[in-house]
């Protein structure tokens, strides 16, 4: 049995919800790939051997390497994001179609 168009209606809303939220979650990693780029540390902040072990080196991978990650995990949840917001608009078309159709049969 084929849904009701308030059964429609409610999951393309769920789909548009869940979209915006994928996309909220791809904005806090985002602001957290910027943190994370910012974070500095001085020869100053580190021990004194630190450079001598190789640190400021090991800690500037690790920064770029955090940042990396971090924004594909924005790109990846704006993807997710956009597949549902598409999903949704199929949805909300292939309803129109019906009913348009419907409509012409009556």
Known sequence: ???????????IEAL???????????GELAAAANAASNQVLSMFELAGLS????????YA??????????????RAFDSIADALNTAA???????????????AVN
């Open 1 to 11: 049995m084929a849904p009701t168009p308030e059964e429609v209606a409610v999951a």
């Open 16 to 26: 548009r919800a869940d979209a915006s939220l994928m996309r909220s979650i791809g």
């Open 51 to 58: 450079d001598y072990v190789g640190l400021p080196a090991t």
């Open 61 to 74: 991978e690790l920064q770029q390497q955090m940042v990396m990650l971090l924004k594909e995990g924005e």
């Open 89 to 103: 608009n199929a949805y909300e078309d292939d309803e129109r179609n019906v009913v348009r159709r419907m409509n």
